[in-house]
Structure formats: C-alpha cells, structure tokens
C-alpha cells in the first residue's frame, strides 16, 4: 500500500466505504511503481460532486507525485466508484510507462551480458 495517500471531498461525503475502496484502488497502485520510487510516491485524490439540471456527475482526480514526474488523471462518471475505477485503469497505463520510462535499467544490463557471453562462446 502507498504510504501517503491524501483524499478530499469537495461538495461530496466521503463514508468509509468510499475511503476504502479509494485506498484499495488507488493504494493498490505501488506495485506498479518500481522499488526506489516506492518511498517517495504519494497521491492526492480529489472527490468532486457537481449538481446540473437533472444530472449528477461525479469527477475523481489523482495527482500522484513521483521521484522524477507527477502524474495527473481525471475521471467524469455517474458514480463515484465508476470514477475511481475508470482513474486506476488510467493511472496502470501511466505507470507503466513511467516505470518503463525512469526504469532500474539492470534488466537491460543483465540482457545485454547474457548476450554478450552467448556470442564469445560460440
């Protein structure tokens, strides 16, 4: 689980169901985030709830800081679990390519002399 996770709810309640189901979502996330960044990685997530004629809408914004980038994702859904998922499916993409991006890079390292040692021996 990520260490610092902040949420807010503006003009919308935040029960405990919501709270933990945001922290399993968007707690869940470390994961995808490589063992370094992991320490200093924390998300802001943000609960909006806007009233127009006849229509709700509920907006949930993720601003997760990194190491080397911040990461910002909105989501506009008819509830607010629709838009806490629609944010993480968002949020995995983001952090694979932000863990691919800023990488450890001993994968590659390690690829590279495993090749290098196949092509010597023969």
Known sequence: MMK????HGVHAK??????ANIIKKIGGLDKYISRHSRESA???VHLTES???DKNRF????VMHLPK?????LAIALNMYA????VEAKLKQQL???KDLHGNGKLHRHLAARFRRKAFSS
């Open 69 to 73: 980038q911040t990461i910002i994702q």
């Open 42 to 44: 924390h998300a802001e």
């Open 96 to 98: 694979q390519k932000y």
């Open 59 to 62: 907006m949930c914004e993720v």
């Open 14 to 19: 935040v029960d405990e169901k919501l709270k």
């Open 4 to 7: 610092k996770l902040e949420i």
């Open 83 to 86: 838009a806490v998922d629609i």
């Open 51 to 53: 009233k127009a004629k």
